[in-house]
């Protein structure tokens, strides 16, 4: 039984920071790749980013690159979205998604298999 548990979410003023974590279990991880999206009210789930373990590619939706930066543990199963200069317009819930990684030019980058609760991200303007 896969699990993808996040945490980190809560409410933070513009230009401010915040870090989720996913913890994963259920899986040997090694082998897949890990990634986040978000959703905001009234809108469909969008893709934000995704790491594949082996080798480390990265790939982030344009909207979020250079302020967003995605990064694991694999040790520990964990992947996290260290997310800067945050924005009114990053509010969403952010869910964790694992499955296989696709290489530019396919977007999304992360073909999801699993998905877990999501975590609500708040930015004030």
């Known amino acids: 039984q896969v699990q993808l548990v996040e945490s980190g979410g809560g409410l933070v003023q513009a230009g401010g920071s915040l870090r989720l974590s996913c913890a994963a279990s259920g899986r040997t991880f090694s082998t897949y790749a890990m990634g986040w999206f978000r959703q905001a009210p009234g809108k469909e789930r969008q893709f934000v980013a995704a790491?594949?373990?082996?080798?480390?590619?990265?790939s982030y939706t344009d909207s979020v690159r250079g302020r967003f930066t995605i990064s694991g543990d694999n040790a520990k199963n964990t992947v996290y979205l260290q997310m800067n200069s945050l924005k009114p317009e990053d509010t969403a819930v952010y869910y964790c998604?694992?499955?296989?990684?696709?290489?530019?030019?396919?977007?999304?980058?992360?073909?999801?298999?699993?998905w877990g609760q999501g975590t609500q991200v708040t930015v004030s303007s």
């Open positions: 790491l594949r373990w082996s080798g480390g590619a990265r």
């Open positions: 998604a694992t499955g296989n990684y696709r290489s530019p030019p396919v977007v999304p980058a992360l073909r999801v298999e699993y």
